[in-house]
C-alpha cells in the first residue's frame, strides 16, 4: 500500500535529513524509549485512519496494520542504534509530526483507493 508509494520515499528521506535529531544526545532515563514513542504514535495514528474511514474493508484494514508493520521495521532499521535509547523532548516533538506525515500518506492513499473503487457519477 504505501510502502510503495513515492510519498513513502519522501518521508524515509525526511527522517535521514534529520537524523543527527538522534546522535549523541541522551536524555532522562525517566523518558520512553524512541520505540516506544514510535509504536505509541503510529498505533494512535492508525486507530485514527481506521476509525475516520468506516467503509474499509476487513482486508483492507489488514493490509493497513501489514504497511505499519513493515514502516515499523524500517524505522527499527533506520534508528537501530538509538531506538532503545531515552527520548528526548526534541525527538518526541519531531516522532509526532513524522507520524502525523505517516498518517497523512494513508489519507491519501485511502482517498485515492475509495475514489477508483466507487461508481463514477456521469
Same mark, same amino acid.
Given at each position: 500500500?504505501?510502502?510503495?508509494?513515492?510519498?513513502?520515499?519522501?518521508?524515509?528521506?525526511?527522517?535521514?535529513? *534529520?537524523?543527527?535529531?538522534?546522535?549523541? =544526545?541522551?536524555?532522562?532515563?525517566?523518558?520512553?524509549?524512541?520505540?516506544? !514513542? !514510535?509504536?505509541?504514535?503510529?498505533?494512535?495514528?492508525?486507530?485514527? =485512519?481506521?476509525s475516520?474511514?468506516?467503509?474499509?474493508?476487513?482486508?483492507?484494514?489488514?493490509?493497513?496494520?501489514?504497511?505499519?508493520?513493515?514502516?515499523? *521495521?524500517?524505522?527499527?532499521?533506520?534508528?537501530?542504534?538509538?531506538?532503545?535509547?531515552?527520548?528526548?523532548?526534541?525527538?518526541?516533538?519531531?516522532?509526532?509530526?513524522?507520524?502525523?506525515?505517516?498518517?497523512?500518506?494513508?489519507?491519501?492513499? !485511502?482517498n485515492?483507493?475509495?475514489?477508483?473503487?466507487?461508481?463514477?457519477?456521469?
Open positions: 500500500m504505501v510502502t510503495a508509494t513515492e510519498g513513502y520515499v519522501h518521508i524515509i528521506e525526511y527522517l535521514t535529513e *534529520h537524523l543527527s535529531l538522534f546522535e549523541g =544526545v541522551s536524555s532522562s532515563g525517566n523518558n520512553p524509549s524512541v520505540i516506544e !514513542i !514510535i509504536e505509541e504514535q503510529l498505533s494512535e495514528q492508525i486507530i485514527s =485512519v481506521c475516520q474511514n468506516e467503509e474499509l474493508t476487513f482486508n483492507q484494514r489488514n493490509e493497513i496494520i501489514r504497511a505499519v508493520d513493515a514502516i515499523l *521495521h524500517d524505522l527499527e532499521e533506520i534508528l537501530s542504534a538509538v531506538i532503545n535509547n531515552p527520548v528526548t523532548m526534541e525527538q518526541l516533538e519531531f516522532l509526532i509530526e513524522f507520524s502525523s506525515l505517516i498518517k497523512n500518506l494513508f489519507d491519501t492513499e !485511502i485515492c483507493l475509495m475514489k477508483n473503487s466507487s461508481p463514477t457519477s456521469e
